[in-house]
Nanobody, 128 residues
Framework: QVQLVESGGGSVQAGGSLRLSCAASGRTFSNYAMGWFRQAPGKQRELVAAMSSGDSLIHANSVKGRFTISRDNAKNTVYLQMNSLKPEDTAVYYC??????????????????????WGQGTQVTVSS
């Protein structure tokens, strides 16, 4: 069982920055592929960025060049650095995790259904 706790959300003006953190419980965090998703009111949850248990990663086109996913296995934490924020980035941001295998360490996952564990979400509001 893995528990995920997000933090770092808040309100910011357009052009500003925030860094989200997701702290995971358990001793095998390095074996988990991680993802950040977001959900705006009335919209489906969508991928923001994902990272394998190795060093493979992907960012959604809408955030590429502005957001960066990273992880610190020693701290059992995954981060999402968000720069140049836009009003359309306003959403609840969720951290997600799934266990990798030895043969899938390079695989990241982009679909909601591929993740087993989810955090409670943190609100990000960007005003113009």
């Amino acid at each position: 069982q893995v528990q995920l706790v997000e933090s770092g959300g808040g309100s910011v003006q357009a052009g500003g920055s925030l860094r989200l953190s997701c702290a995971a419980s358990g001793r095998t965090f390095s074996n988990y592929a991680m993802g950040w998703f977001r959900q705006a009111p009335g919209k489906q949850r969508e991928l923001v960025a994902a990272m394998s248990s190795g060093d493979s990663l992907i960012h959604a086109n809408s955030v590429k060049g502005r957001f960066t996913i990273s992880r610190d296995n020693a701290k059992n934490t995954v981060y999402l650095q968000m720069n140049s924020l836009k009003p359309e980035d306003t959403a609840v941001y969720y951290c997600a995790a799934r266990e990798s295998t030895f043969y899938s360490r390079s695989a990241y996952y982009t679909q909601v259904s591929e993740y087993k564990y989810w955090g409670q979400g943190t609100q990000v509001t960007v005003s113009s």
